[in-house]
């Protein structure tokens, strides 16, 4: 796992300094190369690629060009949303078969789904899905005790994100769905691909209840209101019959959990406490994640920590699962270790997503089968 491993960085935004702050602790991983069509970002990421590796990096314009110099042996795709269909595409297409780990979500149109599950299976290296949420510690602790069982049989998952509203991104690109795909697409899969992870089953039915209230209502570009949701609530069902719900609300900066979730099964519940990213909390302290198990037959829940290195946590805005996420996918390119997240689980968490949006839109439940969406 010491083996120098050359990583070159597409998108060089907020996304792409997490992702380097975090490689710059695992051992034999550098940042050599990235892009970015912003002077800005491009500036900026070398500078920071400079103070963690000790090196200044290449640096490119177009990812295109970033290929063909044949500098890397890995590639980090952290680029805005509605670009990630077109950049895979050209890393399908390359004559080196890089690996490849791509941001959620994988792509914003249900289109582009069988075309980049194709690609990605002819692929002659690791594509791997960055889907952070499955790394917290709290949540792989919960997942922990659903597979073991600790809730009898899996019936209902809830999961509530609590939060502050998107960031200001450059080029403002995350305020309209056309380019995010919606906030139940570009927030959300996350929690999608949690709920398949944690049911291990897959969804049938998609009902969604959102709207635009309260954030950004202020803001023009163009002329043009930003049309993201900011609040909603979406239920899915299960081929088993589990029902999942999701409850989200980015106006709720002050909350102390950001995320909770609960599985509750015929013979208990277990639920995890997350807090969100300690520069959004008054005083920039970090916070203990919680995790509570709660047997039919007890007479009282049992509530215990659970402790992340606070080094980790200072690294990115995702309770350290960026760190854990880059050793697997670094296991998978060195060491052939499995794939967590593939191209198929990345799209079909889209595919939810996007059946939840147009469920929003047209005020009905909408059908989903893998990644095809009733009409």
């Keep these: ?43 900026a990421s070398a500078r920071l690629a400079q ?25 980090v795709i952290a680029s805005p949303n509605d670009t990630h269909a077109a950049i895979l595409a050209d890393v399908f297409a390359a004559p080196r078969a890089l690996p490849v780990i791509v941001e959620k979500p994988v792509c914003t ?112 570009y163009d002329g043009a209101v930003p049309d993201i949701l900011d609040n909603a609530y979406v239920v899915v069902d299960f081929r088993s019959g589990i029902r999942a719900m999701l409850d989200l609300c980015m106006f709720a900066d002050g909350a102390y959990w950001q995320e909770i979730i609960a599985a509750t099964g015929d013979g208990g519940r277990v639920e995890c406490f997350i807090p969100g990213p300690a520069r959004f909390w008054p005083g920039g302290a ?24 606070e080094a980790v946590l200072k690294l990115g805005d995702h309770h350290g699962s960026t760190y854990f996420q880059h050793l697997g996918f670094r296991r998978a390119v060195l060491d052939g270790g499995a794939i967590d997240v593939t191209m198929e689980d990345g799209l079909r968490a889209v595919a939810v997503g996007l059946a939840a949006e147009q469920s929003v839109r047209e005020r009905r439940v909408v059908a989903v089968d893998g990644w095809r969406l009733d009409a």
């Design 286 to 309: 970090e916070r203990v994640a919680e995790i509570e198990l709660s047997p039919r037959a007890a007479k009282r829940p049992e509530r215990r920590p659970v402790h992340v290195d």
């Design 51 to 75: 103070d963690l590796f000790g090196a200044a990096p290449a640096v490119f314009e177009d990812h295109r060009a970033l290929l063909r110099g044949g500098l890397v042996d890995a590639l």
């Design 109 to 220: 149109r249900i289109e582009d789904c069988a075309p980049l599950a194709a690609a990605a299976a002819a692929h002659r290296a690791p594509v791997w899905v960055a889907m952070e949420y499955r790394y917290m510690p709290p949540v792989a602790a919960l997942r922990a005790h659903v597979a073991g069982g600790d809730v009898g049989r899996l019936r209902m998952l809830s999961i509530r994100e609590h939060r502050y509203p998107f960031l200001a991104k450059v080029g403002d690109w995350n305020r309209f769905a056309r380019r995010t795909g919606g906030t139940l697409v570009e927030k959300c899969c996350h929690f999608f691909d949690l709920m398949r992870l944690i049911a291990q089953d897959e969804p049938v039915r998609v009902y969604a209840s959102g709207a635009a209230d309260v954030n950004h209502r202020d803001e023009r």
């Design 1 to 43: 796992m010491t083996e120098p491993l050359r990583y070159g960085l597409v998108g060089a935004g907020m996304m792409g300094g997490e992702h380097m702050r975090n490689l710059a602790i695992i051992p034999g991983s550098r940042v050599v190369a990235l892009s970015d069509p912003d002077a800005g970002s491009r500036a």
